[in-house]
């Protein structure tokens, strides 16, 4: 992977956890159903899936 | 219940040790073999360790309890740390794999050692690690006589079959006997908890007559769906900002960075590690929650000491399901321990043993090590000291310090060497590691790590601090560089 893709990725993933721990304390503090579960849930789901792409391609 | 535990772990303790009998037939000649299985882990392998170093009894004990006591926000605190984790063996640590293999590192601290060409790092980091360490070994070894005595069994009969586990599987034959052990202790915890979830949801709810529709309204009305009052901003950066550099701070971890024999390897590690986190994640939350539920509909006893939470549910299960979760707990207790006995045994012997004499008998001496701090773990666990116990939640903590010293080494190799980046790097371990400890002894481990200093956790400050002079460090040994005639 170029090092562009690397700078995206790296900058997408600062983005990523830095919303795991602003949304919840913005929007989903009082959450009343399986929302806040479902936010923390599928974000990591999308980044580990993200992730795994990513170094299959990265490590040679 | 008693002899159907005993027959459980008898059964758990012979495979394992025959698993790792085998192990031996890698071959260990050397201290690169006996520490890093010589590089030459498969994916699978390395994957298996990777988690089962990872996750130890804190998952179906603290966070099963954590969870019942303060609702989701510990699914947070335990996500974040896969998330963070997943980003790091993605980013930077590929490369830390690669100059591993090139300049031959085998423990954490001789890597940082070399990094910043100094000796003196590698001395004060090796000792880092034994003040942060020991007292989580203890820790371990703790949790597996608790688990003794939930049984019936006494707890320094715990204590013992903890430690001559701990001995026994590391000294057969290194990594590779402590990799296949941990293998097979990591199947074994993830098939436990699905266990577990597949007899709470299958048998145990319905038993009481009630749905997860039920239990979910239960925890909403609560307030257990959303952040309680437990978890404040500052305590939920308190809790998980130690965890975010759990991957580059513990050398028990950061040794498995060096062992994927190749680049396919490696990335079936990051795959397999990814997932198996996840799922052991969710399914430990779902247990807390749903123990939760029931003690709001009155359906399972409120249950005051949340690390008798897992303890206390079981007591409602089939003698022998009961007994192969117990084990479970066991498996995550030792796996993590006996790993921690080795990456702690590496630094002593490749830091100071082999750079001192010949080297001609490292390999008795890393025996010697690992016995000696599995026997000094062993009278802590046995003394019952509460502070010990406490101490151990800070060893995080006191680790933080060298995030930012290993990772903007493993970004910029060339200007770690300075003289400036190895000073600062001296007195950002020691200056970070003294306020952990400073404030440990004024306000107690427990209460350093959720206090805060000016509105901030101390955890960050400890963060703040080592990562400024590190930075400074860094610019200054960049600014020479450049300024040096070509």
Same mark, same amino acid.
């Given at each position: ?60 | *219940? ?57 998952? *179906? ?27 790091? @063996?993605?980013? =930077? ?154 991957? /580059? ?19 079936? *590690? /990051? ?17 807390? @929650? ?26 409602? *299960? ?10 479970? =707990? ?11 006995? @080795? ?44 502070? =010990? ?39 950002? /371990? ?57």
């Amino acid at each position: 992977m170029k090092s562009s893709g690397r700078t995206t990725y790296a900058l997408l993933s600062v983005i990523v956890i830095i919303a795991f721990y602003l949304i919840p304390y913005t929007y989903l503090r009082s959450s009343k159903d399986l929302t806040l579960t479902a936010f923390w849930t599928s974000l990591t789901l999308l980044w580990i899936i993200t992730s795994n792409y990513v170094v299959r391609r990265w490590v040679k | *219940m008693i002899n159907v535990f005993i027959a459980v772990l008898t059964a758990y303790f012979l495979l394992g040790t025959a698993i790792a009998y085998l192990s031996r037939r890698r071959g260990v000649k050397s201290s690169s073999d006996y520490f890093v299985a010589g590089y030459r882990l498969g994916g699978f392998l390395s994957a298996m360790t990777y988690a089962a170093t990872t996750y130890s009894a804190f998952m *179906m004990v603290g966070l099963v309890g954590l969870t019942y006591a303060t609702g989701v926000g510990a699914l947070g605190f335990e996500l974040i740390y896969l998330l963070a984790t997943l980003v790091l @063996l993605v980013t =930077i640590a590929p490369k830390a794999w690669v100059m591993a293999k090139e300049r031959g590192w085998v423990s954490p601290s001789e890597m940082l050692s070399d990094l910043y060409s100094s000796r003196a790092l590698g001395y004060l980091v090796a000792a880092t690690y034994l003040v942060a360490l020991l007292p989580y070994i203890s820790a371990q070894l703790s949790g597996i006589a608790v688990v003794f005595e939930g049984v019936g069994l006494s707890y320094g009969l715990g204590v013992a079959v903890g430690t001559a586990l701990l001995i026994l599987w590391v000294a057969l034959a290194g990594m590779w006997s402590v990799a296949t052990t941990d293998a097979y202790q990591g199947l074994w915890m993830i098939f436990s908890a699905a266990a577990l979830v597949t007899w709470l949801t299958f048998s145990f709810i319905p038993l009481k007559g009630v749905n997860l529709n039920d239990l979910t309204a239960a925890l909403s009305n609560a307030g257990f769906l959303g952040l309680t009052s437990f978890w404040s901003f500052n305590t939920f950066l308190a809790y998980t900002l130690p965890w975010v550099f759990f991957a /580059v701070t513990n050398p028990q971890v950061v040794v498995r960075v060096f062992i994927p024999k190749d680049g396919r390897a490696y990335k079936n *590690m /990051v795959s397999l590690f990814s997932i198996y986190g996840f799922i052991y994640t969710v399914v430990v939350v779902y247990v807390g @929650l749903v123990s939760r539920g029931l003690t709001l509909l009155n359906l399972f006893e409120n249950v005051a000491n949340r690390d008798l939470v897992t303890p206390k549910l079981l007591l409602n *299960m089939d003698a022998t399901l009961a007994s192969i979760i117990y084990v479970s =707990i066991i498996a995550a207790a030792t796996s993590t321990a006996n790993s921690i006995v @080795l990456a702690v045994a590496s630094s002593f012997v490749r830091d100071i043993y082999e750079k001192a004499f010949s080297g001609k008998h490292s390999l008795k001496v890393a025996n010697a090590l690992v016995l000696t701090l599995s026997v000094a773990a062993a009278g802590i666990a046995l003394l019952r000291t509460g502070f =010990i116990v406490d101490l151990s939640v800070l060893t995080s903590v006191i680790l933080l310090p060298l995030a930012p010293i290993t990772i903007l080494a493993w970004l910029n190799p060339n200007i770690s060497r300075s003289k400036e980046a190895r000073a600062a790097a001296i007195a950002s /371990v020691a200056l970070g590691v003294a306020i952990a400890l400073s404030a440990a002894t004024y306000l107690g481990p427990r209460a350093t790590f959720l206090s805060s200093w000016g509105g901030l956790p101390i955890s960050l400050w400890v963060l703040i601090t080592s990562t400024s002079i590190t930075l400074i460090g860094f610019t200054l040994g960049k600014l020479r560089s450049v300024g040096k005639p070509s």
